[in-house]
T-cell receptor, first 116, second 112 residues
Framework: GAVVSQHPSRVICKSGTSVKIECRSL??????MFWYRQFPKQSLMLMAT?????????EQGVEKDKFLINHASLTLSTLTVTSAHPEDSSFYIC????????????FGNGTRLTVT | DAKTTQPNSMESNEEEPVHLPCNHS???????IHWYRQLPSQGPEYVIH???SNVNNRMASLAIAEDRKSSTLILHRATLRDAAVYYC?????????????FGKGTLLTVNP
């Protein structure tokens, strides 16, 4: 089945530094990728929709200058958390879509970000 | 997005069937019913989806009410590995909107 690979699975960084998270679709071309954030004991919150070759669409309340998204190819999208702060510590999850709009999404295994 | 309503939590015993309900009274004709589950510290995993007819796959069965205002995910024999949060989500098949919006889901506990 379709596989989405997310890297790294876990990262610890110091406050003020930037962290890049990669999301790859391994055996299909993803025209659209999504980035979610999940805080402990809460549901997934959609942050942005990433379209190959165009600017990402951010959900209300998500700072586009803080969470930089690049979708340079049909198999790779990256999320960069810039000038990270402890409140950015969270579980970040990407997903990729292919096929029709009614088709299932495929998710990465998530990245646990801890900002110290 | 049309909303879904699920119980916050359910409990089951190992090797017994589990029926996870979902209400979606405002479903539209082009909404697919999707189920995903999330194990602790992992990304969500696709379970099953359907439009009008009941569906079966190797993981589960999906029973859809005739009026489509509710559905039930059926795990035929629960195992400890089925303990997870189960999300019932409506996904519109119209246009190019691939977005999935997650609700709170149902936390399934499986007792040995």
């Amino acid at each position: 089945g379709a596989v989405v690979s997310q890297h790294p699975s876990r990262v610890i960084c110091k406050s003020g530094t930037s962290v890049k998270i990669e999301c790859r679709s391994l055996d299909f071309q993803a025209t659209t990728m999504f980035w979610y954030r999940q805080f402990p004991k809460q549901s997934l919150m959609l942050m942005a929709t990433s379209n190959e070759g165009s600017k990402a669409t951010y959900e209300q309340g998500v700072e586009k200058d803080k969470f930089l998204i690049n979708h340079a190819s049909l198999t790779l999208s990256t999320l960069t958390v810039t000038s990270a702060h402890p409140e950015d510590s969270s579980f970040y999850i990407c997903s990729a879509a292919f096929g029709t709009a009614g088709s299932p999404l495929h998710f990465g295994n998530g990245t646990r970000l801890t900002v110290t | 997005d049309a909303k879904t309503t699920q119980p916050n939590s359910m409990e089951s015993n190992e090797e017994e069937p589990v029926h996870l309900p979902c209400n979606h009274s405002t479903i539209s004709g082009t909404d697919y019913i999707h189920w995903y589950r999330q194990l602790p510290s992992q990304g969500p995993e696709y379970v099953i989806h359907g439009l009008t007819s009941n569906v079966n796959n190797r993981m589960a069965s999906l029973a859809i009410a005739e009026d489509r205002k509710s559905s039930t995910l059926i795990l035929h024999r629960a195992t400890l590995r089925d303990a997870a949060v189960y999300y019932c989500i409506l996904k519109n098949s119209g246009g190019s909107n691939y977005k999935l919006t997650f609700g709170k889901g149902t936390l399934l506990t499986v007792n040995p």
